[in-house]
């Protein structure tokens, strides 16, 4: 990776010549959709419908001339986000944010335009049939499909962690697998030649089984090792993180997202260093199947420090190095309301130290789907090993706001929610105000301007004026500028600045 | 961080989840006869084979 010396030694972090960026968020996670009332499957016949309903400009997906099969029929949302089908499933991306609790507004919003287009396609289709969409990540029976959330870090913590020497590949990797109890979506069954599980945790941990690789679709390794910044590569890169599930509840998406910024911040930092070992399991991807399966939290595995942990346990040590590390201010501008982040982590984590399963329910959608099987099991005798009981399962995913169990749970109360209704609904329409979805949008909204082609990272457009008419080619590099030069005021809410531009680096406004 | 500091954080952050804790029980309530009557209903979706994504 060329241009690593103008990251290190750029601005200091905890250690002296380490850079620490923003931990800006987004996300690119499948769905499941298929037609009801057919004999056939029709999964694509129902992304396509589906597609064709989302509100956006269509962007080409040619890659060397060719049509990419991940990539299909992709349009950049008004909102910033992104919609397209991959390998027959539908995909949505959401808008770059800064703040955890902005990414939870942008999933939401999101899920809103599916469940939009869901209603819309449904209302082209003969009666008797209809497009079922669902959030989760597998068929049971042995397909498996993405929920992947991308974490801005810098090039020399790319190296870090997924380099050829990655010295903080072990404790990136550990601490994933400590997240299954609180990111889990839970799932009756093994799949993949996992061992057999009544009920598990995670719908995905059966599904990896290496430690460190680029791909996503076969021998899916925990820590996806893919170099694709889509962003100016000297400067920046984007952890693709491609193991966790699919969250509905607000608190399991709000951890998912913020828990890993704030330990992504202390690595970048050097805060962890010198405490590695000791937050390093001895065999994660061993360990997956085991956590996964681990509902009363006592399962042990080996650090390589020697000590034998729990999950919880060891996501106390990396709670309580984040406590340090917020106190201290270092997470200040690094990652967005941290101290509220932590609040809703510890919350979550003495429930789980107390098991308290029922306190849990609202709040992490592994423990809300086993309290409605529970209540299934009472109404209707289904036990976990009937087909009644993986109907419930599937119909906690399901999209469709009137069938769906989770959001009846929602309309009752039951849900926790972490971000207002009115964030949602701005979401819905516009950006966030402080990173490059803003001039993305800004840019897709401009009634003089006909775009010609797009992608997250670059738009060519034509601007026409009274007296001429100018193809640009305007670089969006830079993903924490909402104002990359183009505009004549830059929007409200804009909390980061460029600086330091003879440089060629962003860095933080203090 | 200190347990006080510690004991504090939790202590606010119960107040977030005070809604969950009615009738001045811990137990949290949940579900609704709407509910109930959504999963006396269910029993017609099987999952197909959707294919490996990603």
Not at chain 1, 72 to 93: M, Q, T
Not at chain 1, 148 to 157: A, Q, V
Request: include cysteine; proline fraction near 6%.
């Amino acid at each position: 990776m060329s241009g690593l010396s103008h990251v290190l030694g750029a601005r200091a972090g905890e250690r002296p010549g380490l850079t620490v960026l923003p931990k800006l968020t987004g996300f690119d996670a499948e769905l499941a959709a298929f037609i009801r009332g057919r004999p056939s499957v029709d999964a694509l016949e129902a992304c396509h419908r589906l597609q064709a309903e989302m509100p956006g400009r269509p962007a080409t997906a040619v890659v060397n001339g060719r049509l990419n099969p991940q990539d299909v029929a992709r349009k950049f949302l008004y909102n910033g986000s992104s919609s397209y089908i991959d390998l027959g499933h539908p995909e949505i991306c959401g808008a770059e944010t800064l703040s955890a609790f902005d990414h939870v507004a942008v999933w939401e919003a999101d899920l809103r335009l599916v469940q939009r287009a869901r209603r819309l396609a449904n209302a082209k289709l003969p009666s008797d049939e209809s497009i079922e969409l669902l959030a989760n990540n597998s068929d049971g029976r042995g397909h498996a499909w993405g929920n992947h959330r991308n974490f801005l870090i810098t090039p020399h913590e790319f190296l870090r962690i997924a380099g050829p020497c990655p010295d903080h590949l072990p404790v990136v990797a550990s601490f994933l697998a400590s997240m299954i109890p609180i990111t889990g979506t839970g799932k009756l069954g093994a799949e993949n030649g996992a061992p057999p599980a009544e009920f598990q945790l995670s719908q995905r941990a059966d599904h990896f089984e290496t430690l460190k690789a680029e791909q996503t679709t076969w021998s899916r390794p925990l820590v996806n090792a893919r170099d694709e910044p889509l962003a100016n590569g000297d400067l920046y890169a984007r952890l693709h993180v491609i193991f966790f599930d699919t969250p509905l509840c607000h608190v399991a998406t709000l951890l998912q997202v913020g828990v890993t910024q704030l330990v992504l911040a202390m690595l970048e930092s050097g805060w962890l260093d010198g405490q590695l070992a000791g937050l390093s399991l001895l065999n994660p991807v061993r360990t997956l199947a085991q956590w996964s399966r681990d509902l009363e939290q006592c399962r042990t595995a080996r650090l390589q420090s020697g000590a034998r942990v729990t999950a919880i346990d060891l996501q106390y040590r990396f709670f309580e190095h984040a406590c340090r590390f917020v106190a201290t201010g270092r997470a200040e501008e690094i990652v967005p309301d941290a101290t509220r982040i932590m609040r809703h982590w510890e919350q979550v984590l003495t429930l789980l130290e107390q098991e308290n399963h029922d306190g849990l329910v609202g709040k992490l959608d592994w423990a809300t789907k086993l309290w409605l099987l529970e209540r299934a099991r009472r109404l209707r005798g289904w036990n976990l090993d009937s087909p009644g009981a993986r109907q419930v399962a599937h119909m906690y995913h399901s999209l469709d706001e009137a069938r769906g169990l989770f959001w009846q749970l929602r309309r009752d109360g039951a849900v926790q929610e972490v971000v207002t209704e009115q964030m949602v609904a701005e979401f819905v329409d516009r950006p966030p105000r402080d990173t490059r979805a803003y001039a993305r949008v800004k840019l897709l909204r401009d009634p003089n301007i006909h775009i010609e082609d797009m992608d997250w990272d670059w738009i060519t457009y034509v601007v026409t004026t009274r007296t001429e008419r100018v193809r640009r080619h305007v670089r969006l590099g830079n993903p924490l500028d909402p104002d990359p030069g183009i505009f004549g005021r830059p929007p409200r809410r804009r909390r980061y600045r460029t600086a330091h531009k003879h440089r060629g680096l962003a860095t933080l406004r203090r | 961080m200190t347990n006080e500091k510690r004991i504090d954080e939790r202590a606010t952050a119960t107040v977030t989840v005070s809604h969950q804790e009615a009738n001045g029980t811990a137990k949290p309530v949940i579900g609704s006869h709407r509910l109930d009557e959504m999963i006396e209903r269910i029993g017609d979706l099987e999952l197909p084979p959707l294919g490996t994504g990603e």
